[in-house]
């Protein structure tokens, strides 16, 4: 079992930056592939970014290729996600998740995903 909590949303202006952070309980934290997603009301949760559980391998989502950044310090049990260059569009819930599948690509679908955080609120102003 893989308690996940997310933290770091908040209220910021177009162009700005902000870090999430998903802290994970238990101590077999490196063996999940993580993921973050984000929903927005009326909408189905999309995919953003990932991690193998190994850390060789990261995918994003096109519209956030090249100003988000998923990392993970397993020491630490938490997994990031860095936002750069904040849009009006990128306003939603974030949710993180960790995949017990061990494979060497990172899987996409909410579906896949065996555990859950309860969400931060991301909201961009314009």
């Known amino acids: 079992q893989v308690q996940l909590v997310e933290s770091g949303g908040g209220l910021v202006q177009i162009g700005d930056s902000l870090r999430l952070s998903c802290a994970a309980s238990?101590?077999?934290?490196?063996?999940?592939?993580m993921g973050w997603f984000r929903q927005t009301p009326g909408k189905e949760r999309e995919f953003v970014a990932g991690?193998?559980?190994?850390?060789?391998?990261?995918y994003y989502a096109d519209s956030v290729q090249g100003r988000f950044t998923i990392s993970r310090v397993n020491a630490k049990n938490t997994v990031y996600l860095q936002m750069n260059s904040l849009k009006p569009e990128d306003t939603a819930v974030y949710y993180c998740?960790?995949?017990?599948?061990?494979?060497?690509?990172?899987?996409?679908?909410?579906?896949?995903?065996?555990?859950w955080g309860q969400g931060t609120q991301v909201t961009v102003s314009s």
């Open positions: 238990g101590p077999t934290f490196s063996n999940y592939a």
């Open positions: 998740a960790a995949d017990s599948w061990r494979g060497t690509r990172v899987r996409t679908r909410p579906a896949d995903y065996d555990y």
């Open positions: 991690m193998t559980w190994s850390g060789r391998r990261t």
